[in-house]
């Protein structure tokens, strides 16, 4: 039974599943870990109710800031530690959380409870100085730019605390409270804020993910990755979300929190660095990955932290995956007998499909030509444009009409309007499980992460072709060829399965049926799939430009259309399912 620490908040004891709705997915995904008896931090969470409340008011609702007292009571009962205590310091991470995943999207503060006396029990504690400060520093300009809204200066990572604090009240007129019950408070506030950031707003309408499910908030006891050599930090996929590979794939950062490794501020080590130094560690967290996947029914994508040889998972949620990955997933789990087909097409959109079937290099292409920048592949298929590294004016010139490709350091939330409307991603810094990686498998965008610093900013202006799938970025605008979904791996199996349970058929333009198509390119208005039912009134099939549109195939079943010809079929099929979902 659910322990209710108040109206608005819940206990993660993991004695029951409260519905996602209500907690948001990664609190969900604590209480289902929790319940399995797998190493999680102990953790309460602020509901969606108490978000929908504040949204409405702008102001956290009466008797939150007394249900989040109790709450962290019962984080003080569960781990031995006190929040504000000079012995042994409780720390807190708050996150946010919605029903849907939204990688990146919204706002996330570590080391709450951190001031000057907590800094020195946790050094007196540790016995490590240097740590306590580098968690105080941490927690300090965190607060400062998601709570308080400001831009810091480039700061020196030994830079002293005094010099820290003075340059955020330079920044935001403000200084972090020392009181970690108005840290907790104004955090909770800040997250709630974060819904309806520019980025979390852009990220909705692009998904098409309603903006009134609002985010929970999760409130869990830090575990800590940057304390000694025997501690760390990483995120582990059940199975390879590049290439679709049924083998766990990930990155470790030792000595690091998970800040440093999905800002992309720092490129982490392949998972073999975890298995090298701590071989027992590796072996629990591919077991618990492998319990995950087959409770959950689908590849995981798992944030861990190592804390003195001892392994904590922080949450699992369903991996995003590149349109490859998403396409083989679904074919193997049903042929592992895991799914069932009807299963697996709800995996695959018609966009994956038509992502993993636009041109890719020609054979020859690369033969003569340079290589101006390489870095690790985190998202299938090729780009061509000119550079930009402004995000603002990436999304200026995508939008009068050119093709760009956007140039980053490393990208952070603020940056998804550019990743949005660009033909490829290429950064400077970070690794596979990095911001930039995670969004771009996410909207099927190709991108090459980990160029090294300062090699990408001489190719500003250039046209260039990235190849997302090899990790190169190629000089000029490179020949390409269009694949054949009647001969790409997988897609054949899903074309069987979808044209079974799809609303109507659908043929190849070269198939005899396309002669008696009544053809929409002749008509007025017949690009417009509003008028679609109309004109298609009598027609047994059709074809146009139009039904290479979701859209337009969703016109289409919806006027009872028993057939249509298009140029790609599968991906047709999938609009057709979902049209009638």
Known sequence: MTIELGPRTLALDGTSLPEKSLIGGKAWSVARMRGLGLPVPPAFVI?????????????????????????????????????GSDR?????????????????????????????????????????????????????????????????????????????????????????????RAQLAGAVQAVFESWNSRRARRYRDHHQIPHTLGTAVTVQAMVFGNLDADSGTGVLFSRNPLTGAADPFGEYLARAQ?????????????????????????????????????????????????????????????????????????VDMVHEGRIDEATALSRVTAEQIRVLLSPRLAPGATDDAVVVAGGEAACQGIGTGVVVINTDEAERRAQAGEKVILARDTTS??????????HAVITEQGGTTSHAALVCRDIGV?????????????????????????????????????PDERTEPGLAALAVWAAVRAPLQVFEEAAPEAKAAQDLDRMRGGEDPEQLAALAAGALILRGAVLNSDKGVAAAVAAGVKAIVVKQRLPALLAALGAVK
């Open 413 to 422: 939330p603020d940056d998804v309007h550019g990743m949005l409307v660009a």
């Open 88 to 180: 042994a310091p409780l720390l807190l991470s708050v996150r946010s959380g919605a029903m849907v995943s939204m990688p990146g999207m919204m706002d996330t503060i570590l080391n709450l409870g951190m001031n000057s006396e907590t800094a020195v029990a946790l050094a007196r504690e540790t016995g490590d100085a240097a740590f306590a400060s580098d968690t105080h520093r941490r927690f300090l300009e965190l607060y400062a730019r998601i709570v308080l809204r400001g831009t810091l200066p480039e700061l020196a990572a030994d830079a002293p605390l005094a010099n820290i604090e003075s340059a955020i009240i330079e920044a935001t007129g403000m200084s972090v409270p020392e009181e970690p």
């Open 446 to 482: 190709p991108c090459v992460v980990g160029c090294g610093p300062g090699n990408l900013m001489a190719l500003v202006g250039q046209v260039v072709t990235v190849d997302g799938g090899a990790g190169r970025v190629y000089a000029g605008d490179l020949s390409v060829i269009a």
């Open 258 to 330: 998970g800040e440093d490794v999905v800002s992309g501020r720092f490129t982490p080590r392949p998972l073999s660095a975890l298995a090298e130094s701590a071989p027992d560690i590796h072996r629990q967290l591919l077991a618990a990955a492998a319990r995950l996947e087959a409770e959950n029914g689908d590849v995981q994508d798992i944030e861990f932290t190592v804390q003195q040889g001892q392994l904590y998972l922080l949450q699992t949620r369903t991996a995003k995956r590149a349109p490859a990955a998403a396409v083989r997933f679904a």
């Open 47 to 83: 509901t969606t109710q108490a978000c929908a409340e504040y949204l409405a008011t702008g102001a956290l609702p009466a008797g939150l800031l007394d249900e989040l007292e109790i709450g962290v009571q019962w984080l003080e009962k569960m781990t031995g530690r006190v929040l």
